[in-house]
């Protein structure tokens, strides 16, 4: 499709950038003209034309190598473009959890044999929850947005609720676990995190081929990091 992500206004050199959180995805317009992905959707949409992204199949790789799995609860879904490529391979019950309640509605009309749930997992416990106790937990880009003061905390509640693993798509960064802002966004040091929690962690670069964009920020610092349950 060759779709790429869109970064142009993380190119400033220079200043401080303060990385957006939740409540921009919260209250982000459904009309908002800033488009994630170079289409010329709406910006939901534009997320469920993504499906074809190469990282996504990178995704579906290594779940290869955590299988057999039963369920698998993705967090930060937004309207389900890795969920619907997960549910054409993998014969599991799958969730979705994503803080927009237009992402959350989206995905129901397109996938109604996913449960899609809107939720806050910062100031509420839906971890804890009916959803919880999922074989394997998947976070695509979204712990980038999780600022120093509630990464920790959201990371237990992953590992908890986990029953084989967790799959981590984000910024890394060696040096920092509470995380310093790279590119506009938060990135840390995953795998130190993981393993303070109790997990066997191995992580796989992010290459160009595999998330070609604009500036190469995922090229640069991008990170699959894989934890598994003891």
């Known amino acids: 499709m060759g779709i790429k992500i869109r970064d142009d206004e993380f190119r400033e050199k220079g200043q401080e950038v303060v990385p957006e959180g939740p409540i921009y995805w919260k209250n982000r317009p ?6 994630d992905w170079y289409d010329d959707a709406p910006w939901v949409k534009g997320y469920w034309n993504s499906q074809d992204h190469p990282h996504r199949e ?26 619907v490529r997960i549910q054409a391979r993998y014969p599991a019950v799958l969730y979705g959890m ?15 044999g996913v449960t899609f749930v809107e939720a ?27 600022d120093s003061d509630n990464i920790y905390r959201l990371l237990s509640k992953m590992v908890n609720a ?3 693993g967790i799959i981590i798509v984000d910024f890394y960064d060696e040096g920092s676990d509470e995380g310093i802002v790279k590119y506009g966004h938060w990135a840390r040091n ?11 962690v191995e992580k796989t670069k992010i290459t160009k081929e595999t998330w070609p964009n604009l500036s190469g920020n995922w090229a640069d610092i991008g990170y699959m990091i894989i934890g598994r349950c003891k």
């Open 98 to 112: 994503d803080i927009n309640k237009s992402a959350i509605e989206f995905g129901k009309a397109m996938l109604p």
């Open 190 to 200: 995953y795998e130190h995190l993981l393993k303070d929690l109790g997990m066997l």
């Open 162 to 164: 986990a029953q084989k």
């Open 120 to 146: 806050d997992l910062i100031s509420t416990g839906e971890l804890e929850s009916e959803l919880s106790n999922s074989d394997v937990i998947l976070a695509d880009a979204v712990l980038m947005y999780i």
């Open 58 to 83: 990178l995704i579906l790789d290594v779940l290869k190598n955590i299988e057999p799995f039963s369920s698998l609860l993705e967090i930060g879904s937004n309207c389900g473009p890795n969920l």
């Open 30 to 35: 459904d009309d908002d003209e800033r488009k």
